[in-house]
């Protein structure tokens, strides 16, 4: 085995891997001698098939199959050996790959494009500025706050007349031209009528200040033009829904209303647990903190992204663009050269990204713990719970989730890489200079679009 590496220039070279007999040979007798003791042939017991048949059926496969491993496993020896930084994957250049006539050759050379990850220098300092973001609360953002509280621990109560945004049950059936329920005409006994969702307004009267068992007789088509909503109400295939229409009766039964939850104590015992709050206005103040901690959130995110747009800008360097759109089209698929050089700039942009981060994490011996991995699950596994309003959730709830999570090999990488770019993005806090400004929330909405 014998590999030589020639550089084209800084960012481009190829590897020539050089296979004799030798390196192969061996394995692939091994191999053969194995499927001669498994392999079932008509005509022969088990075990007792001639080497010169099993070596007929699969040698060719079998040396192929070796050849490649053996390639594989010595190319990913040189280039840790070499300390090669390699972006993407080795590509087999298939038209100098000599097996065209792999029938009559013992030896062979494979040659494969590598693109070289570029050399750079961090070229950052407190010269360099980044605006940091610091969102007011207000009272409407507080208010808002609590009727999406209250509207998410609301209930439906029964009513006695009908109003706005009311859902009726009932049935409903068709009508014939003089207004009679047709015998055989589309009925539901369990239909169900959201008032608001009624298109044409007289008829939305007509379901207003109504009572259990009355009788409302309407045109369903002017009331509810969309298919999909009178296949809803009818409970049938929307294909079907397409040819009805007509006058129709709905006979109500119950009558619903959402009612938002009343703001109380066992309004606040429901949201964190039973005693944690005890007035509104510690309430309040619980909101209050739950947005400051989101609108944080947000504000690091925005920060984040600066001070990335700034390392990229800052750490000029070059890549094998076209090596890796080579490559890119190479492993997926599905992907066309036109979609690859539409989505280039991104891909460049994030690649640009991962090098400089990789880099500072390098430099500043970075790492991540099996501890902090196990709290970032946690701490993600708690503000998941708080989405769904689950603040009452025991530590041991918490912690069963997070381990359960962390055993999805995904799950733990995503969560290890964002440990990984969070101190990155420390670290790039401390390194250039952080000017900070109090905006409201709809000025740090602005800086998006």
């Known amino acids: ?43 022969f017991r ?18 192929l199959d070796e050849i490649n491993k053996i390639v594989s496993e010595n190319i990913s020896t040189y280039l840790k050996e070499e300390k090669l ?8 250049k298939q038209d100098e790959n000599e097996l065209a006539d792999f029938d009559s050759r013992e030896d062979f050379t ?27 609360v207000d009272e409407k953002m507080k208010n808002d706050y609590l009727q999406n509280y209250a509207r998410r621990f609301g209930e439906f109560r029964r009513e006695e007349i009908s109003e706005d945004k009311d859902i009726l049950k009932g049935r409903i059936e068709a009508l014939d031209e003089l207004n009679n329920p047709l015998p ?32 409302i007789d309407f045109d369903l088509r002017k009331a509810l033009p969309n298919d999909n909503e009178i296949a809803g109400l009818l409970k ?6 397409a040819g009805i229409g007509g006058n129709f009766r709905f006979t109500i039964r119950e009558i619903s209303r959402f009612v938002p939850a009343e703001i109380g104590q066992e309004f606040f015992d429901r949201i964190y647990g039973e005693g944690i709050v005890s007035s509104e206005e510690e309430f309040m103040k619980k909101i209050e903190d739950e947005i400051s901690a989101n609108l944080k959130h947000e504000s690091d995110y925005k920060l984040a992204l600066d001070l990335k747009k700034l390392a990229i800008e800052k750490c000029e360097f070059d890549l094998p663009e076209e090596f890796l759109k080579k490559w890119l089209l190479r492993v997926n698929e ?35 713990t099996e501890e902090e991995l196990t709290e970032e ?19 041991e709830q918490v912690s069963n989730y997070a381990r359960e999570t962390l055993k999805r090999e995904d799950e733990a990488k995503r969560i290890a890489d964002k440990l990984l770019e969070d101190k990155v993005i420390l670290l790039l806090r401390d390194m250039v200079r952080i000017d900070y400004k109090q905006v409201s929330v709809e000025e740090f909405n602005k800086l998006f679009e």
């Open 334 to 368: 599905k992907t066309t050269e036109e979609l690859i050089n539409k989505e280039f700039d991104s891909f460049r942009t994030d690649l640009k990204w991962q090098l400089i981060r990789n880099k500072i994490a390098k430099l500043n011996e970075v790492r991540i």
């Open 377 to 395: 699950a946690e701490r993600i596994t708690r503000y998941q719970f708080g989405q769904y309003g689950l603040h009452y959730a025991t530590d």
């Open 236 to 241: 049938i295939p929307k294909e079907e829904a």
């Open 1 to 43: 085995m014998n590999i030589t590496r020639e550089n084209s220039d800084d960012l481009n070279a190829v590897l020539k891997v050089h296979v004799e007999k030798a390196d192969y040979d061996e394995k692939v007798e091994k191999v053969l001698r194995d499927y001669r003791r498994k392999a079932t042939v008509k005509g």
């Open 110 to 136: 494979f040659s494969f494009e590598l693109g070289l990850a570029p050399l750079f220098e961090l070229k950052l300092n407190r010269k360099n500025k980044v605006t940091g973001y610091t969102i007011s």
């Open 184 to 215: 055989e005409g589309v009925s539901h006994d369990e239909a169900t009528v959201a008032t608001d969702l009624i298109k044409d307004e007289e008829i939305k009267k007509q379901f207003l200040g109504r009572s259990e068992n009355e009788l």
């Open 85 to 92: 930084d390699i972006l993407g994957d080795p590509l087999s």
């Open 46 to 63: 088990p075990g007792m098939v001639p080497m010169g048949l099993v070596r007929k059926m699969y040698g060719k496969a079998v040396q």
